[in-house]
C-alpha cells in the first residue's frame, strides 16, 4: 500500500492523498459536497424521481475507500430500502479512517453509530447497517467480481481518475457495468472526460452531461435504456 496522508478538503470534511500519484480520494473543493452532489443527487434522487414505485434499490459501488459514499447513502435512505455492494481492492488500515473526520461533520450520535457500523462490517458479507441499508463490503478487483447479469439498479463508479489509472475506465470495464445494471439502471461518475464518455456511449449507454459538483464543471450520468 502506497504512503497515505490524510488532507482537508475545502468543504472542512477530509479526503486522503497518494503522494506518489498525486492523486485524492475525493474532490479537494469537498468530499462531502462532491459526494452528496454526484452520487446522492444525481445518483440516488435521480432513480427515485423517474422509478417512483421502487421501494428497494440495489447499488454497486466501485471504489469504497473512505466509505464516504456508503455513509452519506446509509444517512439518506428513509422510505427506500437500499442494498449496498461496494468494491475495494485494497482496504484502507483502520488507523487512516479513524483520521477523517466525517462523523464531526454529521453532528448526530446516530450518524456516528452508521459510520462505526459500515467500518466494523464483516468483508464478504451482508451486514444489516440500518433497517433501511444493507452493505455488503467485497475485497476484490474489477476484473474478479462476477455477478450475474441485471444485479444492480445504479452503480456509482468511484475509481481514480482516467489519467491514474486508466486500466478502470476501459471500454471491456464500462461493458462489464452496462451488462450488470438492470434495463433502466443508472451509472454515475464525477468524470467527464471525452474519451471516457466516447467509450460509454460506445457499449450501449445514454449519456448526459450534467453540471459538475463545487470546483467541476461537469459530470456524466448514464443510463441503460435497452436490455442486454
Known amino acids: 500500500m502506497p504512503d497515505i496522508k490524510v488532507i482537508e478538503t475545502r468543504d472542512g470534511s477530509s479526503s486522503l492523498l497518494i503522494p506518489e500519484m498525486n492523486e485524492t480520494y475525493h474532490s479537494t473543493h469537498g468530499a462531502i459536497t462532491e459526494s452528496e452532489y454526484v452520487f446522492l443527487k444525481m445518483g440516488v434522487d435521480h432513480f427515485s424521481e423517474t422509478h417512483p414505485d421502487q421501494k428497494e434499490i440495489k447499488i454497486l459501488e466501485i471504489g469504497f475507500g473512505t466509505g464516504l459514499n456508503a455513509w452519506l447513502t446509509a444517512l439518506a435512505a428513509r422510505q427506500l430500502k437500499i442494498k ?12 487512516l479512517i479513524d483520521q477523517l473526520n466525517y462523523k464531526e461533520k454529521k453532528e448526530s450520535g446516530e450518524s456516528k453509530r ?49 489519467s491514474k489509472q486508466p486500466e478502470m475506465w476501459s471500454q471491456e470495464v464500462l461493458r ?6 438492470k434495463t433502466g439502471g443508472v451509472f454515475v461518475t464525477y468524470c467527464a472526460q471525452g474519451q471516457f464518455k466516447r467509450d460509454l456511449k460506445a457499449v450501449g449507454f445514454v449519456t448526459e452531461e450534467l453540471e459538475g459538483p463545487p470546483g467541476k464543471k461537469e459530470m456524466t450520468r448514464g443510463t441503460k435504456l435497452q436490455p442486454n
Open 84 to 95: 449496498f455492494t461496494s468494491i475495494e481492492k485494497f482496504p484502507l488500515e483502520a488507523s
Open 114 to 162: 452508521i459510520f462505526e457500523g459500515i467500518h466494523s462490517a464483516e468483508w464478504e458479507k451482508e451486514c444489516q447497517i440500518t433497517d433501511e441499508f444493507d452493505l455488503t463490503k467485497i475485497q476484490t478487483d474489477i476484473n474478479e467480481f462476477n455477478p450475474s447479469a441485471e444485479s444492480f439498479d445504479l452503480i456509482y463508479f468511484d475509481a481514480f481518475a482516467p
Open 176 to 181: 462489464k457495468m452496462y451488462d450488470l445494471l
